[in-house]
C-alpha cells in the first residue's frame, strides 16, 4: 500500500480524494491518504502561521516552525520516503515524475499559501515540484493532481494494466482515437478497422493514429518520441497524408527495413 501525506491548512478542500477511483483504491488499502493540518502545530496562542516577510513586501509568508514541527512529528517511514514541497519555482510535473514516484513508498506533500514560504522550509524538502508555469492560491489542487496521477499507476488501482500503460503520455505518444457504441452517430462513424475484430489490424492503426495525433497536437512530444522498429512504414504513410512530416525522416531512417536477400 502506497501511503500520500499532505501538510496543509485547508484539509477539507480534499474531498474529491474520497471519490471515485480514488474512493475504492483506499477502500482496496491499496492506498492511504493522510491529511494534516500544521496549524496543529503553530506555537502561538491564536495559531498563527505566517508573518510579515522581513525587509518589507506585500502579503504574509508561513513561517517555518509549524511545518518543521509537523514534519518531525510524522512516524517513521519503515520504507521509501520522499517529501515534496509543492512550488511554482519546482521542476514541471510530468507522466515520467509520476512513474518515478509509484514506486515508492510514501509520498509527503507539502502545500504552501499565502505569499509564499519562508526560505528555511525549503531545506525541508527532497525536492519542489510546479503544477506548472503558473502560479494557484495553494498547493492544495496541485497535490491532488499528483496524487491522482500516480495512484492511478499502482497495480490494481484501474483494474487493468493496460489502462494506464495506454494512457497518453505513457509510452511518449498521446492517446490514440477511442470511440464506443453506436457505430454511427449523427453521420460521423466509428472507423472501419475498430468494428473488424482483426486485433492485429486494430494495434496498427492505433499506433498510427497515436503518432500522427502527437506529431499535429503536439510537436514537442514528438521531437523527444522513440520509435520503434514497426513504426517506419506507419511514418512513411503518415508522410503522405501531412508532408510536413517528411522533415523529421532522418529520425527513423535507421528503421529502414532491410531487403530481402534473393537465393
Known amino acids: 500500500m502506497m501511503k500520500f501525506t499532505v501538510l496543509t491548512l485547508f484539509p477539507e478542500m480534499f474531498a ?12 482496496a488499502q491499496l492506498i492511504e491518504v493522510g491529511l494534516i493540518n500544521f496549524r496543529d502545530y503553530a506555537a502561538s496562542k491564536h495559531k498563527n502561521v505566517d508573518d510579515v516577510p522581513y525587509g518589507g513586501g506585500a502579503g504574509m509568508v508561513l513561517k517555518p ?5 509537523a514534519l518531525r512529528d510524522l512516524p517513521p517511514s519503515g520504507g521509501r520516503r520522499r517529501i515534496v514541497l509543492l512550488s511554482p519555482q519546482g521542476e514541471v510535473f510530468q507522466q515520467q515524475k509520476a ?3 509509484s514506486w515508492l513508498d510514501e509520498l509527503v506533500f507539502i502545500c504552501g499559501h499565502y505569499e509564499g514560504f519562508d526560505e528555511r522550509i525549503r531545506r525541508l524538502a527532497d525536492e519542489e515540484v510546479s503544477l506548472g508555469d503558473f502560479v494557484l492560491t495553494g498547493g492544495e489542487l496541485a497535490a491532488m493532481v499528483m496524487m491522482d496521477a500516480v495512484a492511478r499507476l499502482l497495480p490494481g488501482v484501474l ?27 449523427e453521420g460521423m462513424e466509428v472507423p472501419d478497422v475498430l468494428l473488424s475484430g482483426h486485433h492485429r ?15 499535429l497536437k503536439r510537436p514537442d512530444l ?9 513504426d517506419f512504414n506507419l511514418l512513411e504513410e503518415l508522410i503522405q497524408e ?3 512530416l517528411a522533415q523529421e525522416r532522418l529520425r527513423w531512417e535507421h528503421l529502414r527495413p532491410k531487403p530481402k536477400k534473393r537465393r
Request: proline share 8%.
Open 201 to 215: 489490424r486494430i494495434e496498427r492503426w492505433r499506433r498510427k493514429e497515436a503518432l500522427r495525433r502527437t506529431f
Open 159 to 185: 483494474g487493468e494494466k493496460a489502462s494506464a500503460e495506454e494512457d497518453s503520455h505513457s509510452g511518449g505518444l498521446l492517446e490514440y482515437p477511442q470511440y464506443t457504441r453506436p457505430p454511427v452517430f
Open 99 to 101: 512513474k518515478e514516484w
Open 242 to 244: 501531412h508532408p510536413e
Open 65 to 69: 516552525e509549524p511545518l518543521f514541527a
Open 16 to 27: 474529491p480524494v474520497h471519490e471515485s477511483i480514488l474512493k475504492r483504491a483506499q477502500a
Open 222 to 230: 514528438f521531437a523527444k518520441v522513440e520509435f520503434q522498429a514497426g
